[in-house]
């Protein structure tokens, strides 16, 4: 359980593994390591659940990573993109910036993946297994390695991927 705010959690500094409860803390958690992320996000979901990600504080510290620095990269790969294709803040903000925020499908052969995960830097890492279960959350503001290991699963199943016309911006 979560026995100190999550202002008093610091990306990089390792603290141990949060077990997180309920949507409210996944939220808290996502936004806080969203904001404290310098260099590099990665969002893997089935699908971007927008109680999560279409937050304003979420969206707000994505937009300040994005146009902080042109090296920044900012990465999301899903399995199904219909509640994102929907429209949100999110959406919105990955077809204003789409230089700096890049968004995949993920490759069929990666269909029945259950996990979602959101990485920031080399050291944040939250955890969802299955991705829809909010009581079992694990959040791990310290964890390089299993930060390391999940990025580079992220890149290879990254490159196997393709773009989804859905979310594609229609101009008229």
Same mark, same amino acid.
């Given at each position: 359980?979560?026995?100190?705010?999550?202002?008093?959690?610091?990306?990089?500094?390792?603290?141990?593994?949060?077990?997180?409860?309920?949507?409210?803390?996944?939220?808290?958690?996502?936004?806080?390591?969203?904001?404290?992320?310098?260099?590099?996000?990665?969002?893997? +979901?089935?699908?971007?659940?927008?109680?999560?990600?279409?937050?304003?504080?979420?969206?707000?510290?994505?937009?300040?990573?994005?146009?902080?620095?042109?090296?920044?990269?900012?990465?999301?790969?899903?399995?199904?993109? #219909?509640?994102?294709?929907?429209?949100?803040?999110?959406?919105?903000?990955?077809?204003?910036?789409? +230089?700096?925020?890049?968004?995949?499908?993920?490759?069929?052969?990666?269909?029945?993946?259950?996990? #979602?995960?959101?990485?920031?830097?080399?050291?944040?890492?939250?955890?969802?297994?299955?991705?829809?279960? &909010?009581?079992?959350?694990?959040?791990?503001?310290?964890?390089?390695?299993?930060?390391?290991?999940?990025?580079?699963? &992220?890149?290879?199943?990254?490159?196997?991927?393709?773009?989804?016309?859905?979310?594609?911006?229609?101009?008229?």
């Amino acid at each position: 359980m979560v026995t100190k705010g999550v202002e008093n959690h610091q990306l990089g500094e390792p603290d141990g593994v949060l077990l997180l409860r309920g949507l409210e803390a996944l939220q808290r958690h996502s936004c806080a390591m969203a904001a404290q992320c310098r260099r590099r996000l990665l969002l893997y +979901s089935r699908r971007l659940d927008p109680r999560i990600y279409d937050q304003p504080c979420f969206v707000e510290a994505v937009k300040r990573l994005a146009i902080r620095h042109p090296r920044t990269r900012i990465r999301i790969l899903v399995a199904d993109s #219909s509640l994102l294709a929907r429209g949100g803040r999110l959406l919105q903000l990955i077809q204003d910036l789409p +230089s700096h925020i890049a968004i995949r499908r993920r490759h069929e052969e990666y269909e029945e993946d259950a996990r #979602s995960f959101l990485l920031a830097d080399e050291a944040g890492v939250l955890l969802r297994n299955p991705w829809h279960d &909010f009581d079992a959350v694990r959040a791990d503001y310290g964890g390089r390695s299993q930060a390391r290991r999940l990025a580079e699963e &992220f890149e290879r199943i990254w490159e196997r991927s393709h773009l989804d016309p859905a979310l594609r911006r229609l101009h008229l």
